[in-house]
């Protein structure tokens, strides 16, 4: 049981340069998530998927798509990169219990963007 | 989405009780009161969640007041090893699940 994993764990990409971040999850979990982390900030929330097939933004979806592929694995697609999106990006996915939504997060993808 | 306050930091020395409180204001009635832990370079990790009252879990405990537009974590006898930063999030009720989170309280422990 891996819980939640990202890949790459390291990215350098210039700018105008497209890239897709990979998350997946092996806990059957229906709810995912993408948050980017800025350096001495709190996550913001990127885009969020309540299911297989549905997608919702979140704060800061501008510059970013996402695709729930299958219940495992939700990708966050940069189109044309640019040095604002310069952060570590988390990947999340929850479980429904009695008390609400708990997260399991990824160990982060940290991106560069020159 | 519910908005949450916390102070930007604290500073406790080893052994001590550390209680981090959080405002949140304008909860829902379905939200629950979740706290998450960050270390440098890593993900955030689930700490404790709760509803109502009391919850003590082997690690933290949450209290919440009868109003629940506040809350708070309390850590007993931190260690070295509790210094990171907490996050106080609201949400997660049906319809709600997008948890949004603060910009946390930063913990240090002083030896």
Redesign the interface.
Known sequence: NAG?TQTPKFQVLKTGQSMTLQCAQDMNHN?M?W?RQDPG?????IY?S?SEGTT?K??VPNGYNVSRLNKREFSLRLESAAPSQTSVY?C?S?AR?Q??????????TRLLVL | LAKTTQPISMDSYEGQEVNITCSHNNIATN??I?W?QQFP??????II???KTKVTNEVASLFIPADRKSSTLSLPRVSLSDTAVY?CLV???FGN????????TRLTIIP
């Open positions: 939640v709810s998530y948050y900030m709190g996550l913001r929330l969020y309540a919702d979140g704060e988390f999340a929850s219990t008390r609400g939504e708990t997260q399991y997060f990824g160990p982060g | 939200d629950y979740t998450y370079s890593q993900g955030p990790r689930f969640q709760g509803y996050y949400g997660g009720s699940e997008k948890l949004t989170f603060g910009t946390g």
